[in-house]
């Protein structure tokens, strides 16, 4: 299940770089004004190394809106409701976007890299304003539905030859992978060692390497982030991913009046909501501390209980070491469940308050044991050769499904409580979890920082693994294995 959102963003980065970012991901048609400011003023001669690193670190969100799709009526994505979203709102926010581009500056005595800018009607449409012309036109690629993808990928073509600058097209999944780190520069608090170009010393948090659970309602993955372009997939899920889990379960769950009641189709925030009503909800969670308690049943005074996924096969030998995620047994019981009991003597709030606790429970630690395998395979490589191989002491969690706060509680006591207190765990603001045109600017930001721009030829993709050994339909794998890409020779570097 994919987002129906159209958003827009403009970001502000003060380097000698400017990005307009087109983002249409899945669902969405994701647009960011992405402006980095380079004037003459922007560094003084005399600043340190440390001074120059951490100024190219800051960033500026001037304008970030999200327009959803009313698709209540299907409980689901309908792509032609989602399209026609796209389509009648995109060009409106990027005209309200242009508004935030920020105001052209004549500089005389930059001389390395030429200036432009576009005019913009104000508001009232009685004067024009002058803006600066962005460097480049960013715009998600892949992987997602096409029809959607491509509302936003020819818009943000357009942009780049009516403005004659470069196009990048982003990988969906690497954006929400590098949240955190746009994160860092909005902060404007990250101060680098070193003003080395090199991204692990770009004053960018988390610093490569890094582990990366990326959830949303079309993936469920763990990838190991070595750099910018260098991913590897170290478990993904074998039939659907979390967040359609989680909405599967909450439509059966909830009851017929919060689901007649809400405008959105993201269940699995609604179940949240319904299972934890309390702005500061308690938990009460005690982790699993050995993988017997993992496997175990916990049955209710109810009479039903779920099994973990993968914890048995039919030889009912453990499969839950291998590095797969399962969840469609998850909405098969839970559909059963809910069945038998309405049938038998119907079911009260309580009743279903407990079920939603218990299949969010479930899930989450079928997550975290996938994370705490790959952390232990990773250990154990820095162990054997040191040499070959830099500690990762940060795991990222990002996608829509990061924003559950029963995810984040279960994800921090089960690392903890398996040994692994020492790794940083990383979320992005709520507001950023899902898919956004704020971290499709970012992302793009990263890649045109090195080098990187797109051919105006290309076209959305429906699948683009991120990982390089790993091909998809003949489409191509890893950030730099799909053609389209070309070295930009145009970028002066600080």
């Known amino acids: 299940?994919?987002?129906?959102?159209?958003?827009?963003?403009?970001?502000?980065?003060?380097?000698?770089?400017?990005?307009?970012?087109?983002?249409?991901?899945?669902?969405?048609?994701?647009?960011?004004?992405?402006?980095?400011?380079?004037?003459?003023?922007?560094?003084?001669?005399?600043?340190?190394?440390?001074?120059?690193?951490?100024?190219?670190?800051?960033?500026?969100?001037?304008?970030?809106?999200?327009?959803?799709?009313?698709?209540?009526?299907y409980q689901g994505i309908h792509p032609m409701i989602a399209l026609d979203s796209h389509q009648v709102n995109l060009?409106?926010?990027?005209?309200?976007?242009?508004?935030?581009?920020?105001?052209?500056?004549?500089?005389?005595?930059?001389?390395?890299?030429?200036?432009?800018?576009?005019?913009?009607?104000?508001?009232?449409g009685q004067r024009l304003k002058g803006?600066?012309?962005?460097?480049?036109?960013s715009v998600t690629r892949g992987p997602g539905m096409r029809a959607s993808l491509s509302t936003g990928l020819d818009t943000a073509k357009g942009l780049?030859?009516?403005?004659?600058?470069?196009?990048?097209?982003v990988h969906h999944m690497q954006a929400h992978s590098l949240t955190p780190r746009l994160v860092s520069a909005l902060k404007r608090d990250t101060i680098a060692k070193s003003a080395d170009e090199d991204s692990t010393k770009s004053g960018y948090e988390p610093m490569f390497p890094y582990l990366s659970l990326l959830i949303s309602g079309g993936h469920t993955l763990v990838v190991h982030t070595a750099s910018l372009t260098s991913h590897t997939i170290l478990a993904t899920t074998i039939d659907i991913a979390v967040g359609d889990c989680l909405d599967k379960c909450a439509r059966e769950i909830l009851p017929s009046t919060v689901l007649a009641a809400s405008t959105e189709t993201m269940y699995?925030?609604?179940?949240?909501?319904?299972?934890?009503?309390?702005?500061?909800?308690?938990?009460?969670?005690?982790?699993?501390?050995?993988?017997?308690?993992?496997?175990?049943?916990?049955?209710?005074?109810?009479?039903?209980?779920?099994?973990?996924p993968l914890a048995v096969t039919t030889s009912q030998k453990s499969k839950n070491k291998g590095m797969q995620f399962s969840f469609t047994s998850v909405g098969s019981t839970v559909k059963c469940i809910v069945e038998d009991r309405i049938k038998a003597s119907g079911m009260a709030p309580d009743e279903r308050r407990a079920l939603g606790r218990h299949v969010m429970e479930v899930v989450f630690e079928h997550l975290a044991s996938?994370?705490?395998?790959?952390?232990?395979?990773?250990?154990?490589?820095?162990?054997?050769?040191?040499?070959?191989?830099?500690?990762?002491?940060?795991?990222?969690?990002?996608?829509?499904?990061?924003?559950?706060?029963?995810?984040?509680?279960?994800?921090?006591?089960?690392?903890?409580?398996?040994?692994?207190?020492?790794?940083?765990?990383?979320?992005?603001p709520i507001e950023l979890c899902t898919d956004n045109a704020a971290m499709i600017g970012w992302a793009a930001m990263e890649m045109y920082e090195a080098g990187w721009e797109s051919e105006l030829a290309i076209q959305a993709v429906r699948k683009w693994s991120l990982d390089a050994n790993d091909a998809e339909d003949g489409a191509g794998a890893g950030i730099l294995g799909l053609g389209g890409w070309k070295k930009n020779h145009r970028l002066v570097r600080l």
């Open 1 to 73: 299940m994919y987002d129906d959102d159209t958003s827009v963003a403009v970001l502000e980065k003060p380097i000698k770089s400017e990005a307009v970012n087109k983002g249409g991901d899945h669902a969405n048609g994701n647009l960011g004004l992405n402006s980095a400011s380079s004037s003459e003023h922007d560094e003084n001669e005399h600043w340190t190394p440390e001074d120059r690193a951490a100024h190219r670190s800051q960033a500026i969100l001037h304008f970030h809106k999200k327009i959803t799709a009313n698709n209540s009526k």
């Open 91 to 124: 060009a409106n926010l990027v005209q309200e976007a242009l508004q935030s581009l920020p105001p052209f500056i004549p500089n005389h005595h930059d001389t390395a890299l030429p200036r432009g800018s576009i005019s913009v009607y104000e508001p009232s």
């Open 131 to 137: 803006k600066r012309k962005p460097d480049f036109v």
């Open 160 to 169: 780049a030859v009516a403005w004659q600058v470069p196009l990048v097209g």
């Open 268 to 308: 699995g925030r609604l179940l949240e909501h319904f299972v934890f009503p309390s702005s500061v909800p308690k938990y009460a969670y005690i982790p699993p501390r050995c993988r017997a308690e993992e496997f175990a049943r916990k049955p209710t005074q109810w009479g039903w209980a779920l099994t973990p």
């Open 370 to 428: 996938r994370a705490v395998t790959a952390l232990q395979a990773l250990q154990k490589s820095e162990e054997t050769e040191p040499e070959h191989h830099t500690r990762v002491r940060t795991l990222v969690v990002s996608g829509g499904v990061a924003s559950n706060g029963f995810l984040r509680h279960i994800l921090r006591s089960y690392l903890d409580c398996r040994g692994f207190a020492h790794v940083e765990l990383l979320f992005p």
